[in-house]
């Protein structure tokens, strides 16, 4: 090989390496910083949402007030394309 293929070879071997180290560099400080934020920020608690018994649904079920919603939205469409 010539010269100037050597020179080419290196850098582009100098340059996957920077590149390479880059990569580990940032993977190992998003590690870190989950690793922080995991022990040093408490997780946060959701308060009970308090429901009547006539808002509760089965798991499976879709709750009355977005079949509602769902209704409206489609008699709303369907008069403003006729």
Same mark, same amino acid.
């Given at each position: 090989?010539?010269? %100037?293929?050597?020179?080419? =070879?290196? $850098?582009? +071997?100098?340059?996957?390496?920077?590149?390479?180290?880059? +990569? =580990?560099? $940032?993977?190992?400080? =998003? @590690? +870190?910083?989950?690793?922080?934020?995991?022990?040093?920020?408490? !997780? !946060? @608690?959701?308060? *009970?949402?308090?429901?009547? *018994? %006539?808002? #509760? #649904?089965? *798991?499976?079920?879709? %709750? *009355?007030?977005?079949?509602?919603?769902?209704?409206?939205?489609?008699? @709303?469409?369907?008069?403003?394309?006729?």
């Amino acid at each position: 090989m010539n010269e %100037s293929m050597t020179q080419g =070879v290196e $850098l582009m +071997l100098t340059g996957m390496g920077i590149v390479f180290l880059f +990569l =580990v560099m $940032l993977i190992a400080v =998003v @590690k +870190l910083i989950a690793y922080c934020v995991a022990t040093f920020v408490p !997780e !946060e @608690k959701a308060a *009970p949402v308090s429901t009547s *018994p %006539s808002q #509760v #649904v089965s *798991p499976g079920a879709v %709750s *009355p007030n977005i079949t509602a919603a769902i209704t409206a939205a489609v008699h @709303k469409h369907r008069a403003k394309h006729k």
